[in-house]
């Protein structure tokens, strides 16, 4: 079945650094979708990305859709202790019900 | 626009006992829905997901059943909870035949004692 293998797993940061993040994936996907998941609350969409090399902003966000739709990247730029959070990709492929595979996640820590 | 609740948001329940956790969408008509369990630190994982009402699709076997008795309405169930079944549960829709983003409930904490 599909695989996403998001990494780092963790990242502990000084406030006002950059952050990278990504995930790839063993199969070629439609959608990749990046979310923020606060601890014990369902996970917040990010950012969204539809085709093949888009690379989509969302304030300090910004996420790329690989070219070989096999992979995606999250940056998070000047980061503030609100960043903290485990972020999560996710994929999708054409297929019944728009089911997505989810990353083991990306928890970060900010420290001021 | 739309809405999603998820209840109850935390639950303790004794191993042998059964379950019940409700989902319901609100704003839109005929979304696909879909029911995650997340275990502590890790991931998320699809336990079901359904197309329409009384259509119901499980991605593992287990000891959890989904039902969708009304087009916004989904529901999780276990006859006899295990301990293995603790994790946090999220409840997600997202809209009928188009490739579009999923939208999560707030979660569903459970722990079985």
């Known amino acids: 079945g599909q695989q996403l293998n998001q990494s780092p797993q963790s990242m502990f940061i000084q406030e006002g650094e950059d952050v990278s993040m990504n995930c790839t994936s063993s199969?070629?996907?439609?959608?990749w979708l990046w979310y923020k998941q606060d601890p014990g609350e369902g996970p917040v969409l990010l950012i969204a990305?539809?085709?093949?090399?888009e690379l989509t902003s969302n304030g300090r966000l910004t996420a790329q859709f690989g070219i070989t739709r096999k992979d995606s990247f999250l940056n998070i730029s000047a980061s503030i202790p609100s960043d903290v959070g485990i972020y999560f990709c996710?994929?999708?492929?054409?297929?019944?019900?728009?089911?997505?595979?989810f990353g083991t996640g990306t928890r970060l820590q900010v420290t001021l | 626009s739309q809405t999603i609740h998820q209840w109850p948001a935390t639950l303790v329940q004794p191993v042998g006992s059964p379950l019940s956790l409700e989902c319901t969408v609100e704003?839109?008509?005929?979304?696909?829905l879909y029911w995650y369990r997340q275990a502590a630190g890790r991931g998320l994982q699809l336990l079901f997901y359904?197309?329409?009402?009384?259509?119901i699709s499980s991605e593992v076997p287990q000891n959890l059943s989904a039902s969708r008795p009304q087009d916004r309405q989904f529901i999780l169930s276990s006859k006899k909870l295990l301990l293995s079944d603790s994790g946090f549960y999220l409840c997600?829709?997202?809209?009928?035949?188009?490739?579009?983003?999923?939208?999560f409930g707030q979660g569903t904490r459970l722990t079985v004692v």
């Open positions: 997600a829709w997202t809209e009928q035949g188009r490739a579009t983003e999923a939208f």
């Open positions: 199969s070629i996907f439609n959608t």
């Open positions: 990305l539809y085709k093949a090399g």
């Open positions: 996710a994929g999708r492929w054409s297929g019944t019900a728009s089911k997505l595979t």
């Open positions: 704003g839109t008509s005929n979304p696909n």
């Open positions: 359904s197309v329409g009402i009384g259509q």
